[in-house]
């Protein structure tokens, strides 16, 4: 057995586990509870390891300096936090609404163009499901719409070239029905990497940009016909919820919709939203 198999890892104090917690809830808005000190040990030793340290006292220092390499670590550290599961059709439930009953009422109302955004997108399932939706809604009612986009956001730069890299394996596309993978994904030329990639039809759809929900308000230019934010919010504190919510609908059309995650609620928060199906929300047409 060699040397380095039994170093002993680095073990996470509490001063030192508080420092991290603090950053993040405040940085990132994360709830960090004392239980969660053991997971962020067990995520940041992989950052030790990769940096040669020793100990955390060395890691802090480090990435809680100034200059161009703490902001690097920094981002690394929210990465190795973060919870960054997905996949395609995720809560499938969301897209049958679109397809049955919010782009039917769309294009009965006229609306021409459809704005989509997905906050928090990952690693991109979530914004190439809506790419595919919309394009299926497009082959099957032709003239009902005349284009459609998709913004994407993150706060992770990591996730976020993953997702404009769309190349997945064959096992995330495995419970798609076959006509959709064929008409939407391209099956990798060399047969032993098992990968897939988004065809460029759909890629070109979406457009990805770094965007952290702390941030005091979101820069985007055109208001949004629907907006998803899955599986999130649910790390945030109930405030931090309604605060996020609050500036993600400021981008919603009145009648626009919001979709959160299957185990998200806006229960006791003051918002002009109205429940109109599971997760599923509309924002108040002001009269
Ligand atoms: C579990 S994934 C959800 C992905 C997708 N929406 C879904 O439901 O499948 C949560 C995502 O939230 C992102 N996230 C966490 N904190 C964030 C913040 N403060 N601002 C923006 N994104 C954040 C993470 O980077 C991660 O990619």
């Given at each position: ?11 996470l104090t509490d001063k030192q586990f508080l420092k991290i917690a603090d950053f993040i809830q405040n940085n990132v808005g994360i ?71 919010i782009l039917p009422e769309f294009a009965k109302n006229g609306f021409s163009k459809i704005d989509i955004w997905s906050a928090a ?6 914004p190439y499901t809506l790419s595919i939706v919309m394009s299926e809604y497009f082959r099957t009612h032709p003239g009902a719409f ?142």
């Amino acid at each position: 057995m060699g040397a380095e198999f039994l170093k002993k890892q680095a073990e996470l104090t509490d001063k030192q586990f508080l420092k991290i917690a603090d950053f993040i809830q405040n940085n990132v808005g994360i709830k960090m509870p004392e239980q969660k000190k053991l997971m962020v040990q067990s995520r940041l030793q992989s950052r030790l390891k990769a940096l040669g340290m020793e100990s955390f006292d060395d890691y802090i220092a480090y990435a809680f300096s100034t200059g161009s390499h703490s902001d690097e670590e920094i981002a690394l550290m929210i990465d190795v936090i973060t919870t960054n599961l997905t996949s395609f059709f995720r809560e499938k439930q969301h897209f049958d609404s679109m397809m049955t009953t919010i782009l039917p009422e769309f294009a009965k109302n006229g609306f021409s163009k459809i704005d989509i955004w997905s906050a928090a997108c990952s690693s991109g399932q979530e914004p190439y499901t809506l790419s595919i939706v919309m394009s299926e809604y497009f082959r099957t009612h032709p003239g009902a719409f005349s284009d459609f986009s998709i913004l994407a956001t993150d706060i992770s730069s990591r996730m976020l070239e993953k997702a404009e890299n769309a190349v997945y394996t064959m096992d995330d596309v495995e419970d798609l029905p076959f006509d959709m993978k064929k008409r939407y994904f391209l099956k990798s030329k060399d047969e032993a990497a098992q990968q897939v990639r988004v065809k460029p039809e759909i890629r070109k759809k979406v457009r990805f940009e770094r965007l952290n929900f702390m941030d005091s308000s979101y820069p985007i230019e055109t208001d949004k016909h629907i907006i998803f934010c899955r599986n999130a919010l649910i790390y945030f504190d109930k405030p931090t919820q309604e605060a996020v919510i609050r500036k993600l609908i400021e981008h919603l059309i009145p009648g626009g919709y919001l979709f959160l995650g299957h185990s998200e609620t806006i229960f006791g928060m003051n918002l002009p939203l109205r429940n109109v199906g599971p997760t599923m929300f509309r924002k108040e047409i002001e009269r």
